[in-house]
């Protein structure tokens, strides 16, 4: 996929730095306590796939050192130059469609990538081609339809219009190929794909300013593909971006599954 295959969340539109914060604040506790355990130390060679902003690959920068290597790739890396020094190298690829950026990485991470990736299977046999002899793969990927509400106590008209627009933006990401349901297969992808000492667990975080944050940029940057589609109405966008800045809602995320296993 290239950016101007109607990608619904590009990384160039203004609201992209947004949700990329929320999605720090959100999940990089998570991510970064499952890259700990699987014992990442300095020198290690890192893939980041689908990077989209620079926290993950800083944060594994700092963790390998100067001995060690992290390639950032994506399909749009005009957010990642911050990150671009040594150890960093960043580069343009896409995974579902090109070969691995390199071989014998110690670890491999995507987060938040594959559900998106038209040939999801493709994507996934590179990353583990690309694994050293014992490296690991770590995929971290939502599961919208697991837990599709924005505000699963549906209490009043401002959670029902809320829960009304995310079923809108699902609908949208479904007619471009995402995979609603891909998180929860990951245990079992990975398995199959012969990879050993295989776990995972879920984070389904709610009620937090991230998750407002992330509501807002997100419906902002939908909006014009919301009511292009007639899945609501300009007042109804407005209505509910005042409502989310009014505070009074519990607004969650998707779920989030991680899952990780070693390459024989």
Partial sequence: MTPSDGYLLDNR???AGERFDAFATL?????FRHIEALGIEPGWRCWEVGAGGTSVVSWLAGKVGPAGRVVATDIDTSRLAPAGRPPVEIRVHD???QEPPGEGFDLVHARLVLVHVPDRDRALRSMIQALRPGGWLLIEDADPALQPLTCPDES????RLANRLRQGFRGL???RGADLGY????PRLLREAGLHEVEGDGFFPMTSPACTALEAATVRQIRDRLIDAGLATAEEIEQHLANVEAGG???TTAPMISAWGRKA
């Fill in 95 to 97: 995974v579902g469609v």
């Fill in 27 to 31: 999940f990089d506790p998570t991510t």
């Fill in 13 to 15: 539109q203004r609201e």
């Fill in 173 to 175: 990401l479904a007619e």
């Fill in 156 to 159: 009043g008209p401002e959670q």
């Fill in 249 to 251: 809602m519990d607004l």
């Fill in 183 to 186: 998180g929860r297969r990951l």
